[in-house]
């Protein structure tokens, strides 16, 4: 792993090293373990040429969003900063020199290279003029550096990481809602609820996607416009939608008083009045009845309007099941009649040249134009 010490000597006297004052430092199997504050990298990749200088796989990024959030994070955050990664560094040689007083040693690099982490070095070399170095010192960052065959294996691990990570979606964080934490442990009875594989109910065990449960949940939300249920309409919708829980359109879908029987009720309704959409004459679907086609959640949020949706996720003297099953494919059909009658009179000119009902039908300012018609 390491160069016998007297090869260390010979390669510190004929390159110039790098030095570290680590507030920690151990040696391990695979190399090194030092912690270290961003004030003692603050220089590292400060140079224009930094990125062939230290090895880089590839130079520095500029304000790619995710770096943009990393100096914000360092601004802001700065005890967080190296809690959400490492960096990893190769050398020819690493030697400690014990310093005369605890935590006083002082570590020599030679032969350094950035095997992983060079846009976050970047961002502390960007921000080393803005912020004190008292700031900088409240950033704590873990590096790993490798010598000999474990620097060649790291290297080659990284250059090819992407094929082994699994990047982090907004639905991923689902699980850090705490009214989706509560509705995981609720009684499905024979079903159960995730919001990486969705849910699954019936006595047949339906699975439905988190898509599919997060559709229902926005068309019998209880809020009188069709927000939720025109941004879960799309995958893009729902990627926003999913992404802030601090918004009140997230708040109107996914809220604390959700319950396993909620939810069974409002995939149940809106699989049924999209059955029934499904299942109308194709003759409905030409000129403006192409809100049929390209805004199916629409009619499903406006033909769920007559169910007392306040009482969806608790007791209730409205029998769901038979409701559901009896009057809701009717009333979508009514819905769908009403509502493209209603596009119809609003918007004559929708189909002509230049526009067109698959970029028009999906618009929120539409949907909303359409929410109070009569059905």
Same mark, same amino acid.
């Given at each position: 792993?390491?160069?016998?010490?007297?090869?260390?000597?010979?390669?510190?006297?004929?390159?110039?090293?790098?030095?570290?004052?680590?507030?920690?430092?151990?040696?391990?199997?695979?190399?090194?373990?030092?912690?270290?504050?961003?004030?003692?990298?603050?220089?590292?990749?400060?140079?224009?040429?930094?990125?062939?200088?230290?090895?880089?796989?590839?130079?520095?990024?500029?304000?790619?969003?995710?770096?943009?959030?990393?100096?914000?994070?360092?601004?802001?955050?700065?005890?967080?900063?190296?809690?959400?990664?490492?960096?990893?560094?190769?050398?020819?040689?690493?030697?400690?020199?014990?310093?005369?007083?605890?935590?006083?040693?002082?570590?020599?690099?030679?032969?350094?290279?950035?095997?992983?982490?060079?846009?976050?070095?970047?961002?502390?070399?960007?921000?080393?003029?803005?912020?004190?170095?008292?700031?900088?010192? &409240? *950033? @704590?960052?873990?590096?790993?550096?490798?010598?000999? /065959?474990?620097? %060649?294996?790291? !290297?080659?691990?990284?250059?090819?990481?992407?094929?082994?990570?699994?990047?982090?979606?907004?639905?991923?964080?689902?699980?850090?809602?705490?009214?989706?934490?509560?509705?995981?442990?609720?009684?499905?009875?024979?079903?159960?609820?995730?919001?990486?594989?969705?849910?699954?109910?019936?006595?047949?065990?339906?699975?439905?996607?988190?898509?599919?449960?997060?559709?229902?949940?926005?068309?019998?939300?209880?809020?009188?416009?069709?927000?939720?249920?025109?941004?879960?309409?799309?995958?893009?919708?729902?990627?926003?939608?999913?992404?802030?829980?601090?918004?009140?359109?997230?708040?109107?879908?996914?809220?604390?008083?959700?319950?396993?029987?909620?939810?069974? &009720? *409002? @995939?149940?309704?809106?699989?049924?009045?999209?059955? /029934?959409?499904? %299942?109308?004459? !194709?003759?409905?679907?030409?000129?403006?009845?192409?809100?049929?086609?390209?805004?199916?959640?629409?009619?499903?949020?406006?033909?769920?309007?007559?169910?007392?949706?306040?009482?969806?996720?608790?007791?209730?003297?409205?029998?769901?099941?038979?409701?559901?099953?009896?009057?809701?494919?009717?009333?979508?059909?009514?819905?769908?009649?009403?509502?493209?009658?209603?596009?119809?009179?609003?918007?004559?000119?929708?189909?002509?040249?230049?526009?067109?009902?698959?970029?028009?039908?999906?618009?929120?300012?539409?949907?909303?134009?359409?929410?109070?018609?009569?059905?």
């Amino acid at each position: 792993m390491n160069s016998t010490y007297s090869s260390v000597e010979r390669l510190l006297a004929a390159d110039p090293a790098f030095s570290l004052r680590p507030l920690q430092v151990a040696q391990l199997t695979r190399g090194w373990a030092v912690d270290v504050t961003a004030a003692d990298l603050d220089m590292l990749a400060a140079s224009v040429d930094a990125p062939r200088r230290l090895s880089a796989k590839r130079g520095c990024l500029g304000d790619t969003g995710a770096n943009v959030e990393l100096a914000r994070m360092l601004e802001e955050r700065p005890e967080d900063f190296g809690a959400v990664g490492q960096i990893v560094l190769g050398a020819d040689a690493v030697q400690l020199q014990p310093g005369p007083r605890l935590f006083a040693d002082t570590l020599f690099v030679v032969g350094l290279e950035c095997i992983d982490g060079l846009q976050r070095l970047r961002v502390i070399a960007d921000l080393r003029d803005r912020l004190p170095r008292e700031h900088l010192r &409240r *950033a @704590v960052i873990r590096l790993e550096i490798r010598c000999g /065959a474990e620097r %060649d294996r790291a !290297r080659h691990a990284y250059d090819a990481e992407d094929r082994y990570r699994n990047a982090s979606t907004a639905q991923d964080r689902l699980i850090r809602c705490p009214n989706i934490r509560r509705l995981m442990e609720g009684d499905w009875e024979k079903g159960d609820f995730d919001p990486r594989r969705g849910m699954t109910a019936g006595p047949h065990g339906s699975r439905f996607s988190m898509a599919e449960v997060t559709s229902a949940l926005a068309c019998l939300s209880d809020d009188p416009l069709p927000i939720a249920a025109n941004l879960a309409a799309t995958p893009e919708g729902q990627e926003a939608l999913w992404s802030d829980r601090t918004s009140a359109v997230y708040r109107s879908v996914f809220h604390g008083s959700m319950t396993p029987v909620g939810v069974m &009720r *409002a @995939v149940e309704a809106w699989r049924t009045a999209r059955a /029934a959409l499904a %299942d109308m004459p !194709r003759k409905s679907r030409q000129g403006h009845g192409h809100l049929i086609e390209y805004a199916p959640d629409l009619i499903c949020w406006k033909a769920c309007r007559w169910m007392p949706l306040m009482s969806l996720h608790g007791k209730s003297a409205f029998r769901w099941d038979r409701e559901i099953d009896r009057q809701l494919p009717a009333r979508t059909v009514r819905a769908a009649e009403a509502l493209v009658a209603r596009y119809k009179e609003l918007h004559p000119e929708h189909g002509r040249p230049g526009s067109s009902y698959k970029s028009e039908a999906p618009r929120l300012g539409l949907w909303r134009e359409l929410a109070d018609c009569a059905v």
